[in-house]
């Protein structure tokens, strides 16, 4: 069984940054994909980002791409992602995801493990 914890959302202004971070307990991230998800207000959860925690490949949403990174910390078993210059569309519930598969997918019925979700607000 693998917990994740979501960190790092806030309240920023349209153009600037924030760091999230998920960290894993229970087991390693190793062989698994881990990506991160989004829901705002009255959407369906939509697929944003995920890495293979092996190879390093990763994945990216049409809508972040050049702007979101995701990254992986081995030492520290944590996932980051990376967001700059952010705009009031980004604005949702963020949530950390994880597959007991290093495939990568973009649905979210593709994964396994979630977190709580935290909260990213960017005004205009």
């Known amino acids: 069984q693998v917990q994740l914890v979501e960190s790092g959302g806030g309240l920023v202004q349209a153009g600037g940054s924030l760091r999230l971070s998920c960290a894993a307990s229970g087991r390693t991230f190793r062989n698994y994909a881990v990506g991160w998800f989004r829901q705002a207000p009255g959407k369906e959860r939509e697929f944003v980002t995920t890495?293979?925690?092996?190879?390093?490949?990763?994945y990216y949403a049409d809508s972040v791409k050049g702007r979101f990174t995701i990254s992986r910390d081995n030492a520290k078993n944590t996932v980051a992602l990376q967001m700059n210059s952010l705009k009031p569309e980004d604005t949702a519930v963020y949530y950390c995801a994880a597959r007991d598969n290093s495939f990568l997918v973009t649905t979210w019925s593709g994964y396994d493990y979630w977190g709580q979700g935290t909260q990213v607000t960017v005004s205009s």
């Open positions: 890495i293979n925690w092996s190879s390093g490949n990763t």
